[in-house]
């Protein structure tokens, strides 16, 4: 299983927005459902910073994630634009091999 880790500096003052487009149930989840080999989203808040987040994507694998982002390249920069409102930073950790 393939997991996309993002993690994100949220701007203070628009933090329940943040979280509004990025959980399981927003904005970004929403386009994702359906997609063949799509998972799921999870979105991690740091404990002791409340600006910081981390968002985990789940896909079967790399090669319908990439095909999602290529067929929808449109809807997912315009989201993209969307969130760049809501972060100071967001920095891809990387495509990590999710194992049991």
Do not use: C, N
Request: hydrophobic fraction near 40%; glycine fraction near 4%; charged fraction near 35%.
């Amino acid at each position: 299983m393939l997991v996309i880790v993002w993690e994100y500096r949220a701007r203070p003052d628009r933090i329940e927005d943040f979280e509004a487009l990025y959980r399981a149930d927003g904005a970004w989840a929403r386009l994702f459902q359906g997609a063949p080999g799509f998972v799921s989203t999870t979105l991690m808040k740091d404990v002791r910073d409340p600006s910081r987040f981390m968002v985990a994507d789940r896909w079967t694998s790399e090669t319908p994630y990439d095909e999602f982002k290529r067929d929808h390249d449109a809807e997912y920069a315009t989201l993209s634009r969307r969130g760049e409102a809501l972060f100071e930073r967001e920095q891809l950790l990387g495509r990590f091999d999710f194992r049991d």
